[in-house]
């Protein structure tokens, strides 16, 4: 299970810092990662780590503004938002996988998402 946290809503210019941990697994996962979806389009990578802590190219989005970094416990990760923008504002999930390309979770029963977390700008 993967549970989300730290959504909310900030004025542009703010900042949110989400949390991500995946309990109920004996084993590190390969890689994990967040995404974002907003309404009536496709689902975006934002943000993936290795387990050994190499960071993905973020997406050009990003523009240095997000980072993403473990947790001290197994199976957690970060994503530290600075200056947000209205166009942020979607549903971001956590994933996990054990099949990774790109330092991103492969779609398919090695993967495993959380229920996702609320960001609005505005």
């Known amino acids: 299970q993967l549970v989300e946290s730290g959504g909310g809503s900030v004025q542009p210019g703010g900042s949110l810092r989400l949390s991500c941990a995946a309990s109920?697994?004996?084993?590190?996962?390969?890689?994990m990662a967040w995404f974002r979806q907003e309404p009536g389009k496709e689902r975006e990578g934002v943000a993936g780590?290795?387990?050994?802590?190499?960071?993905?190219m973020y997406p050009d989005f990003v523009e240095g503004r997000f980072v993403i970094s473990p947790g001290d416990a197994q199976n957690t990760v970060f994503l530290q938002m600075d200056s947000l923008k209205p166009e942020d504002t979607a549903v971001y999930y956590c994933?996990?996988?054990?099949?990774?390309?790109?330092?991103?979770?492969?779609?398919?029963?090695?993967?495993?998402w959380g229920q996702g977390t609320q960001v609005t700008v505005s």
């Open positions: 109920g697994y004996s084993d590190n996962f390969l890689c």
């Open positions: 994933a996990a996988g054990r099949s990774c390309r790109a330092g991103y979770p492969v779609e398919g029963p090695n993967s495993y």
């Open positions: 780590i290795w387990s050994n802590g190499v960071i993905a």
